[in-house]
């Protein structure tokens, strides 16, 4: 596989991470029918968390696929050198994705609570949509997605 398909391919899941994102920032009331009204705030709480540990680990697969391929931005490779966010991102995703047999809620609290995590977050997140945005290898993207149609 050439480097502008394994770019394209990593776009599409840099796209899902982005979406998580978004739909965290749309802020939009969340209500689970059936429930007494006292009990949804606290659901609400619990299922905007649940998404932002599922954009923050989408984000990690990015960057995990980002220095595997060897790929080459000032910009990204910057961020990724700052502090241990990566290794701590890392572990969070980890414990997101994966069965724990022994459940550490550290994993994902070491990366939330860090000082700037959340500020390093939205920053790397935009490094990478500087990154992609008008590469012409992205565009391949597109015509992956073509495989999908509905007809």
Request: zero cysteines; hydrophobic letters at 40%.
């Amino acid at each position: 596989m050439d480097t502008e398909d394994k770019i394209s391919k990593l776009y599409f899941y840099w796209v899902n991470a982005h979406d998580m994102f978004y739909l965290l920032e749309r802020n939009s009331k969340i209500e689970i029918n059936g429930l007494p009204e006292y009990f949804n705030s606290t659901m609400e709480s619990h299922l905007r968390f649940q998404r932002l540990l599922i954009a923050y680990s989408l984000l990690y697969v990015v960057i995990e696929a980002f220095i595997e391929l060897k790929l080459d931005n000032e910009e990204v490779k910057a961020l990724l050198s700052e502090g241990d966010y990566v290794d701590k991102l890392r572990r969070l995703r980890n414990a997101t994705f994966h069965y724990q047999e022994e459940f550490e809620p550290n994993k994902i609290y070491d990366f939330i609570n860090a000082v700037g995590s959340a500020k390093w977050v939205k920053k790397t997140n935009k490094a990478f949509e500087n990154y992609f945005i008008g590469r012409e290898d992205v565009k391949n993207y597109f015509e992956f997605l073509k495989h999908f149609k509905n007809d």
